[in-house]
């Protein structure tokens, strides 16, 4: 069996739909059948408008797919990028995951691998707790987290995350980065061909 990967994002600026565009490209060349998909904007028309960079970005990203229950359930592997909000998920990739109860339910989450990626505007701004909390969620799920530990000297180089690539606002993409980021998605899709 493939692997097939989902990979959502939410973004609100730009940098999280950057990070699953660099996954997604390793992730294919790893073999992997590859859906970019962004969770639906929960935030009122008339906020994203206000705001230059955010109705920007909507704007740039308006042709990606949005990601339904139907794609988890044919995806068998998960990569899931969103900021961080107070140290844990923007409510929007939360807020998607709350509208998954019916897979859920049928078992259509569970024994498939996941891994996660996090920003946030400052080094410290909660990007850990992030990960680790949704962590939680794909145990409920009864999912295998594929977290990147320290298995390749990118991880290092990038900034010593083991628990899923974080990103700092303003920081370039870096060679070394965008190093960490593929390592991740190709560890997820070597795993997720394991459980496959």
Same mark, same amino acid.
């Given at each position: 069996?493939?692997?097939?990967?989902?990979?959502?994002?939410?973004?609100?600026?730009?940098?999280?739909?950057?990070?699953?565009?660099?996954?997604?490209?390793?992730?294919?060349?790893?073999?992997?059948?590859?859906?970019?998909? +962004?969770?639906?904007?929960?935030?009122?028309?008339?906020?994203?408008?206000?705001?230059?960079?955010?109705?920007?970005?909507?704007?740039?990203?308006?042709?990606?797919?949005?990601?339904?229950?139907?794609?988890?359930?044919?995806?068998?592997?998960?990569?899931?990028?969103?900021?961080?909000?107070?140290?844990?998920?923007?409510?929007?990739?939360?807020?998607?995951?709350?509208?998954? !109860?019916?897979?859920?339910? +049928?078992?259509?989450?569970?024994? +498939?691998?996941?891994?996660?990626?996090?920003?946030?505007?400052?080094?410290?701004? !909660?990007?850990?707790?992030?990960?680790?909390?949704?962590?939680?969620?794909?145990?409920?799920?009864? !999912?295998?987290?594929?977290?990147?530990?320290?298995?390749?000297?990118?991880?290092?180089?990038?900034?010593?995350?083991?628990?899923?690539?974080?990103?700092?606002? !303003?920081?370039?993409?870096?060679?070394?980065?965008?190093?960490?980021?593929?390592?991740?998605?190709?560890?997820?899709?070597?795993?997720?061909?394991?459980?496959?």
């Amino acid at each position: 069996m493939s692997v097939r990967l989902a990979i959502l994002y939410y973004s609100t600026y730009g940098t999280n739909h950057r990070m699953a565009e660099i996954a997604a490209e390793a992730a294919r060349a790893a073999g992997a059948e590859v859906r970019l998909l +962004k969770v639906p904007e929960t935030a009122p028309a008339e906020i994203v408008a206000s705001q230059e960079a955010w109705k920007a970005q909507a704007e740039r990203t308006a042709q990606v797919p949005q990601a339904t229950p139907a794609d988890m359930e044919w995806a068998n592997a998960y990569l899931i990028s969103a900021p961080t909000r107070f140290g844990i998920m923007a409510s929007q990739m939360r807020a998607f995951i709350d509208t998954l !109860g019916g897979v859920w339910a +049928k078992g259509g989450l569970a024994n +498939k691998a996941v891994s996660a990626m996090s920003s946030a505007q400052n080094a410290h701004g !909660g990007q850990e707790t992030t990960l680790l909390s949704f962590y939680a969620t794909v145990m409920h799920w009864g !999912g295998i987290v594929v977290a990147p530990g320290f298995t390749d000297p990118a991880i290092f180089q990038a900034g010593g995350n083991p628990y899923g690539y974080s990103h700092t606002q !303003g920081q370039e993409f870096t060679e070394e980065r965008q190093a960490a980021i593929a390592h991740q998605a190709r560890r997820l899709v070597q795993m997720a061909a394991k459980l496959a």
